[in-house]
């Protein structure tokens, strides 16, 4: 079935695209949703209008993302995750993580952009390609480090405890039966 595209699908085609696509696929997501219309002399003119403003959009995305690309450029960031004393982490690194870490240092990146092929699953550090559109990709150095964790609290205070044991005991009152009358 052919289609006139009213908004830009990605792997599709852009506004004012006359596409070929499946009936099942048009019937049952593109018209519902808006997205297509039968390609007719009238639907093509009220087309041409929302073809001008979706490439000018498109320009000014565009130049947002090459924005936040050049500002990405030479960053690293450190996420802290649990691991053992072989340096295997507990659990892994994945987009997501790396996309948070990003975002809390103040880039606007979203996992989807995160172009990791496996989860991060020892301590390590090394580059990860982030893609904002098919030409505008950008690498960011990702360090994954030994977060300091419960564990390494717990022999702190262990030490601490243990020193401080005797003097504690000398200075807590006992109970007395006497006392509690």
Do not use: C
């Not at 085609?13 to 499946?22: A, F, I, K, W």
């Not at 403003?53 to 993302?65: C, I, K, P, S, V």
Request: aromatic residues 4%.
């Amino acid at each position: 079935m052919r289609l006139l595209l009213k908004k830009d699908i990605p792997s599709l085609g852009m506004v004012g695209d006359v596409v070929e696509v499946s009936t099942g696929y048009a019937r049952n997501y593109l018209i519902p949703h808006h997205l297509g219309v039968e390609p007719t002399k009238a639907n093509m003119k009220e087309i041409e209008a929302a073809k001008r403003l979706a490439a000018e959009e498109r320009l000014r995305r565009h130049q947002r993302l090459e924005a936040e690309a050049e500002r990405l450029k030479e960053v690293e960031v450190t996420i802290a995750a649990a691991a053992n004393p072989q340096g295997h982490l507990y659990g892994s690194v994945g987009p997501r993580e790396i996309a948070a870490a990003l975002r809390d240092e103040g880039y606007a990146v979203e996992a989807g952009q995160v172009q990791l092929h496996e989860s991060i699953r020892q301590l390590d550090n090394r580059p990860v390609p982030i893609r904002f559109s098919e030409e505008l990709e950008v690498e960011v150095k990702v360090w994954v480090v030994r977060e300091r964790g419960a564990g390494d609290l717990e022999g702190e205070e262990t030490e601490t405890e243990t020193e401080a044991e005797p003097a504690s005991e000398a200075q807590a009152p006992r109970p007395d039966s006497e006392a509690v009358e």
